[in-house]
């Protein structure tokens, strides 16, 4: 391939792939709702963290300001089309969960319900909001985390790639394609 160089390009966010997570949102009221995020990211390890960025004028914006909770689930290749349509839908029009058959289950600790289908439900309590502009990032603390036993293996490890999860690239949606190595192979020793 022949290298043409850089061309300037309007600032904006390029930092893809990103993950494409559903959340899912209830507000006192006992209502729920799914919105999809990619503006998402781990931001701490000990406590726990990760923060979302959602527009203020979302239908699930004023749940999670009204209860400072919500569920990150994890989405695969299997839960692409409803990934997609839980981020152009407005809870205000649609019955997510009952258009796209998902499975609302009880959280441990949030009262948002998590996805059934999803291979991992992050439990989140918020602890700061930031007015960015276009969106709210939340920030919030994981309070608990739910994994598909069905990608457990015998020794109690996870293995989350079986489940096929995708990514958000630049308005598209990618699986991850195969293992290209694993977190030290580049240091490690050669035996």
């Not at 729920?32 to 726990?48: D, F, H, K, Q, R």
């Not at 400072?68 to 649609?94: I, P």
């Not at 700061?128 to 036993?149: M, T, W």
Request: aromatic share 8%.
């Amino acid at each position: 391939m022949e290298n043409k160089g850089k061309i300037s390009f309007k600032p904006g966010n390029m930092l893809y792939p990103l993950p494409a997570v559903m959340v899912s949102v209830a507000d006192k009221a006992g209502n729920t709702n799914i919105i999809t995020v990619a503006w998402t990211g781990t931001i701490c390890t000990n406590p726990p963290m990760l923060s979302i960025s959602v527009r203020p004028n979302r239908f699930s914006h004023h749940m999670i300001m009204e209860t400072g909770e919500f569920v990150v689930n994890l989405t695969t290749k299997e839960l692409a089309y409803a990934t997609d349509y839980c981020g152009v839908k407005s809870g205000r029009e649609a019955d997510k969960w009952k258009e796209m058959k998902l499975t609302p289950i009880p959280s441990e600790v949030v009262k948002a319900p998590g996805i059934g289908e999803s291979p991992v439900n992050i439990e989140c309590k918020v602890t700061e909001i930031k007015k960015l502009g276009s969106h709210d990032l939340f920030l919030a603390e994981v309070v608990a985390v739910h994994v598909d036993e069905h990608y457990m293996d015998d020794r109690g490890g996870f293995h989350l790639a079986d489940a096929e999860p995708i990514v958000y690239c630049h308005g598209e949606y990618f699986d991850l394609g195969k293992k290209i190595g694993k977190f030290g192979y580049s240091v490690k020793k050669k035996t």
